[in-house]
């Protein structure tokens, strides 16, 4: 049975626990920030920063409000980036879990030809290797939870087989259409990272590139 995270944003309370456990377990060294008037940094993601999490300020009924996204590799059903990959091993589908991996044989595609609806991998620019969330499939295959799924202190980060993240997310959205109406559990038949959102997928600066358009400029 393939694996997904369920990412249930009314949890969120934007600790960044997840971007922290990311770093330490895959031995990513920390970027320099500056203050850009937003609490989050770094700016974007980047070949050694494979989740982040996001944050956007809204405005409703005249009041100020937050909205927190953690941004990660979608682990895609049918990945566009294995699709439009030229070399053979660079990038592939495990069989067990379902995690789109890259190897270091990435640095030997052409990055501008690389497909992402997510606009996720980043390119090193020492090296020319691509980069993204692995799903810790180095954990997961022995048994444990991804870094930021362990570390995540709300639930907001659930992680398991696929069937029971999207019957768990199913559940979930009930009780948070309670409060939020327009809660939304988006893009379950294409990825295995189920983002169940408490607003409209817009707001969090979510919009889909269409495949046809969807590589890098």
């Given at each position: 049975m393939s694996k997904a995270f369920l990412i249930d944003t009314s949890k969120c309370i934007f600790c960044?626990?997840?971007?922290?456990?990311?770093?330490?377990?895959?031995?990513?060294?920390?970027?320099?920030t500056t203050n850009r008037g937003s609490h989050q940094n770094p700016p974007d993601l980047s070949a050694v920063t494979w989740t982040?999490?996001?944050?956007?300020e809204v405005t409703s009924n005249g009041e100020v409000g937050w909205l927190f996204f953690k941004d990660q590799c979608r682990h895609?059903?049918?990945?566009p980036c294995l699709m439009s990959a030229s070399v053979p091993g660079s990038i592939y589908k495990d069989k067990d879990t379902g995690a789109v991996v890259y190897t270091e044989k990435t640095k030997y595609e052409s990055f501008e030809d690389i497909m992402c609806p997510y606009n996720i991998p980043r390119q090193d620019p020492n090296t020319g290797r691509l980069f993204k969330?692995?799903?810790?499939?180095?954990?997961?295959?022995?048994?444990?939870l991804p870094a930021c799924v362990k570390a995540c202190p709300t639930g907001a980060l659930q992680f398991g087989d696929r069937d029971e993240m999207l019957a768990l997310g199913q559940q979930r959205?009930?009780?948070?259409?309670a409060v939020h109406r327009n809660a939304e559990l988006v893009d379950v038949d294409e990825v295995s990272a189920f983002y169940l959102l408490t607003e409209?997928?817009?707001?969090?600066?979510?919009?889909?590139i269409p495949i046809d358009r969807a590589v890098f400029a």
């Open positions: 960044k626990a997840c971007q922290v456990a990311c770093k330490q377990w895959n031995e990513l060294p920390a970027e320099r982040l999490v996001r944050v956007k895609c059903v049918d990945p969330c692995t799903m810790c499939i180095d954990r997961v295959k022995n048994g444990l959205l009930k009780a948070v259409k409209e997928q817009d707001l969090y600066g979510m919009i889909k």
